[in-house]
């Protein structure tokens, strides 16, 4: 998922100050969903898939397509 939420967010060109603010966390939490060491609670993947516009099975990894069915 690391590799997919920093992809997003590059694709999107938002800083991770600019995430932090959206899902009321710190710089330190999402610097450390970005590198792997810990996994968003579900209400942020629903936050993020609905920011970015993908399905959670896209976010998480377990779908190769961004597409929402």
């Given amino acids: 998922m ?16 600019e995430m932090t603010e959206l899902l009321n966390i710190t ?4 610097g450390n ?9 579900t209400s942020k993947l629903i936050i993020l ?3 970015f516009g993908v399905s959670l099975d896209y976010l998480v990894g ?7 069915k």
């Fill in 33 to 41: 969903y970005e590198a792997g060491r810990v996994d968003p609670p």
């Fill in 2 to 17: 690391k590799e997919i939420l920093k992809k997003l967010r590059k694709e999107k060109g938002v800083l991770q100050k």
């Fill in 49 to 51: 898939a609905d920011y």
């Fill in 27 to 30: 710089e330190r939490q999402y």
């Fill in 62 to 68: 377990r779908a190769d397509s961004a597409n929402i």
